[in-house]
């Protein structure tokens, strides 16, 4: 294992947890959009049904713990939190990146399987470090987590403005169609924070991924946190500070291409700051909301606080749906939102 991968591991959990990380100059576009709040919803709010089924499996909510750390042992604390609030509520969670992990890096921080056997497990690889582990890397990957879907992040500027960052993206949209076709799971692509453009997602949809997870601008802002780990990256990531695809954009763009298509999991993430954003992505179209550093406080603090947190999204989510006057999230509608400037 390099030693330097697991203190950037360890800069990024530090950095995301104390320091102003958000985008400048642009939103996730949630903001703009309002919910038509019922004062006659025409049911008790017990009769709402949050449960969809996700990658094979019955969840009580659309929710997604998106993939945020691992390698190093403060993380595997984390980890286990996150995967202990997911099971509590049966919500999906997803791991960090598992290039460490192939490196011979701390294999117990991605140990999540045994408090979280019941949901969705997604394991998270770079996708431009596809080059290097290919197809056999994935499947070692899945088999050593238990994962149920593989998650292949794309993340091109904060590789550009990391320190030795990996900026070789030639053949990425190749080696992920060779993935998909050969891990045995599920495979779902990802920004980390700065969307997807129209392009991107047909280009992914061309790859044969089962799944896109749009995160949009708008939330975590990862150019950001490579710079708070060097000056010379911070004076770098400044003119980035704004750069993306909304959220929003980003999901009616997911949501276009798999209604023109094949069946495709879309999860909206990237800014969440509540249930109630939860419920205007699910109204858009998405599967599934993800939510990320919007956790990570409280997992820090242990699986109690990560089980509360989750749990207030969860009601939140709730009764949004239900103040909307709608008995089932699955019908959440763009017809029960409105836009405002």
Do not use: Y
């Amino acid at each position: 294992m390099d030693d330097a991968t697991a203190r950037r591991k360890a800069d990024h959990l530090r950095v995301a947890l104390d320091e102003d990380v958000g985008h400048i100059g642009i939103t996730t576009g949630l903001e703009r959009l309002r919910l038509n709040a019922r004062a006659l919803p025409g049911r008790a709010l017990d009769e709402v049904s949050t449960a969809v089924t996700a990658f094979g499996r019955e969840l009580a909510a659309p929710l997604l713990v998106s993939c945020m750390t691992g390698g190093t042992s403060e993380a595997g604390r984390v980890n286990v939190a996150l995967a202990t609030a997911a099971q509590r509520h049966h919500v999906a969670v997803g791991l960090g990146s598992g290039r460490i992990l192939l490196e011979g890096g701390d294999a117990g921080s991605f140990a999540v399987r045994e408090v979280a056997p019941d949901v969705p497990l997604l394991a998270n690889l770079g996708a431009v470090q596809l080059a290097d582990v290919g197809v056999d890397g994935c499947v070692e990957l899945v088999d050593r987590t238990g994962a149920d879907v593989l998650v292949l992040h794309l993340n091109p500027v904060q590789e550009a403005v990391q320190p030795g960052g990996d900026t070789d993206f030639g053949g990425v949209a190749e080696r992920i169609a060779e993935v998909v076709a050969g891990v045995g799971v599920p495979v779902v692509a990802k920004e980390v924070g700065f969307g997807l453009a129209p392009a991107d997602v047909a280009e992914l949809l061309a790859a044969g991924v089962a799944g896109i997870d749009v995160a949009g601008a708008g939330g975590t802002n990862w150019a950001t946190v490579e710079g708070h780990r060097d000056d010379r990256a911070g004076r770098v990531a400044s003119a980035f500070a704004g750069w993306g695809w909304s959220t929003v954009e980003s999901l009616r763009a997911a949501v276009a291409a798999r209604t023109a298509g094949r069946p495709l999991t879309v999860i909206a993430s990237g800014g969440l700051a509540d249930g109630v954003d939860a419920v205007k992505c699910l109204a858009l179209g998405a599967d599934l909301a993800g939510f990320g550093r919007r956790l990570l406080p409280a997992a820090a603090e242990g699986p109690e606080p990560a089980a509360e947190a989750l749990g207030v999204l969860v009601d939140q989510l709730r009764i949004a749906t239900w103040a909307v006057g709608t008995e089932s999230v699955t019908e959440l509608h763009p017809s029960v939102l409105r836009e405002v400037e």
